[in-house]
């Protein structure tokens, strides 16, 4: 029997009669991520753990810890894992060098599994990556975090060779990313998700973009558990909302489906809530009272003054650690900078293992931006230069940088110009129209509707 399942967080399940492939298995019922910011929504059932015990490939789409999860990866020691074929191949190595057994999937080719499954990887811009997976005939489109930058058309041309096309993807109200702002007063800034705008809306352009006829919600299942996070739960989706907004062309499953992949037959398996133990910060080695050393000041300085590009746009850096300020300069413009509010536990691990998107997602670091509008603003852009070109893909320098954006334009063609089109318009539009305002909706939704 072929059939998929989806499970945890972003676990999508293909069988050939057994269990053939599995991706981004992260048990996050029990292994929590974002130094303890995040557990799973729900329950992976003991049955589906197995299954995915029992795959013969584990493939991974990026490094976020609720798709590779530090803690869950020791479990699939001697397991296939499978990876996309990103610049610098950090994943790879860091993984090779830890002795597991790990193969890199060439770009956008087709690679069999079995005779009835095939899958197809496809790397993006941000270091992170969409998996096409046929299984007897049926094309499931693994987004998860991804989008579709860079490649949508290249997917619509293949999705139009099925009758059967089946989005996953991220979606929600969008605390899944840095939402934890206060202004310069210490006033909190309420965040785009209180907006609670209707996810289906979201779910039915990407169906466009990619040219699904189906949608599961996906990659989209997670909970707050930190005491200084936990505030955050207020803005997490709820379950039953993702088909609000939904195209009625689209075909909608609910989360956590069985699909019989030759008769189209699903059924849904409801799994448990997980139940939310609110934790101290202490639990995950976080004291707001430590203080940072010499050292740790050192380090911190050194890991963001090698990227050049933050070096040469923010003026300063700002860490309040244990009730105390900070400052590191940079050669940026003296008065733009941004501060954040950490303990110096995590900031110290994300700043070793180069893995401070983590803080930002986590929900529990304290931001304020000095004269800039966004983290990804202009050519400082702090989630990219910070995140994904130095920390991912180990690109710090502008000479770096520069080879970094050759090899992704390289792989995308034209798509990658169109794309950097796009942005350029979308910051166009974005700074000299107020989001709530009539002319911003009108010029998203021509956007939308010409794409």
């Keep these: 029997m072929q059939k998929i399942t989806t499970t945890g967080n972003a676990t999508f399940i ?20 974002y130094f303890g910011s995040w557990m799973c929504s729900h329950e992976i059932p003991l049955s589906l753990k197995k299954d995915i015990q029992d795959c013969k490939y584990l493939w ?8 590779l999860n530090p803690i869950s990866i020791e479990r699939f ?86 009758n059967e096309v089946f989005l996953l993807s991220l979606s929600g109200y969008g605390d899944a990313d840095m939402i934890n702002f206060y202004d310069e007063d210490d006033n909190f800034i309420l965040p785009p998700a209180a907006k609670k705008e209707k996810p289906g809306i979201m779910l039915s352009q990407f169906c466009k973009l990619v040219g699904a006829n189906s949608v599961i919600p996906f990659s989209s299942f997670h909970q707050y558990q930190r005491e200084d ?10 379950i039953d909302s993702y088909r609000e907004g939904l195209d009625k062309s689209i075909k909608f499953y609910e989360p956590f489906v069985i699909i019989d992949c030759n008769s189209l037959e699903s059924e849904n398996y409801n799994p448990n809530r997980t139940k939310i133990i609110i934790k101290k910060s202490e639990d995950f080695g976080d004291s707001w ?66 893995i401070f998107d983590d803080l930002l997602i986590g929900n529990f670091m304290k931001t304020t931006l000095h004269n800039c509008n966004s983290l990804y603003e202009g ?73």
């Design 77 to 162: 020691k001697g397991k296939k894992i499978l990876l996309p074929d990103h610049y610098n191949s950090r994943i790879f190595n860091d993984l090779k060098s830890s002795s597991y057994d790990v193969e890199i999937l060439p770009d956008r080719k087709w690679v069999n599994l079995t005779d009835k499954i095939k899958v197809l990887c496809i790397t993006t811009f941000i270091q992170d990556s969409i998996l096409l997976i046929d299984v007897c005939g049926k094309l499931f489109i693994n987004l998860n975090d991804s989008g579709a930058k860079s490649c949508s058309s290249f997917i619509r041309k293949i999705s139009e060779r099925y």
């Design 14 to 33: 293909a069988y050939d009669n057994v269990p053939i492939i599995a991706t981004d298995p992260w048990y996050g019922d029990q292994d929590p991520a």
């Design 379 to 451: 050519r400082g852009n702090f989630g990219y230069n910070v995140a994904k070109f130095s920390d991912n893909g180990l690109a710090d320098s502008e000479e770096e940088i520069t080879n970094y954006i050759k090899n992704y334009k390289k792989r995308a063609g034209y798509e990658f110009l169109l794309s950097t089109f796009e942005d350029k318009s979308k910051d166009f539009i974005i700074r000299f129209f107020n989001k709530d305002s009539k002319i911003f909706n009108l010029l998203k939704k021509s956007y939308l509707i010409i794409r």
């Design 289 to 354: 009272s430590d203080q940072l050393s010499k050292e740790d000041c050192n380090k911190i300085y050194n890991y963001f003054f090698k990227k050049e590009r933050v070096r040469n746009f923010f003026g300063f850096i700002n860490f309040v650690v244990g009730s105390k300020q900070h400052t590191f300069k940079l050669e940026g413009k003296k008065n733009r900078g941004i501060t954040f509010e950490v303990p110096r536990y995590s900031l110290m691990q994300a700043v070793e293992y180069k």
């Design 229 to 238: 996070s936990i505030w955050a739960q207020k803005y997490t989706t709820p």
């Design 60 to 67: 991974f789409s990026h490094g976020h810890p609720d798709h």
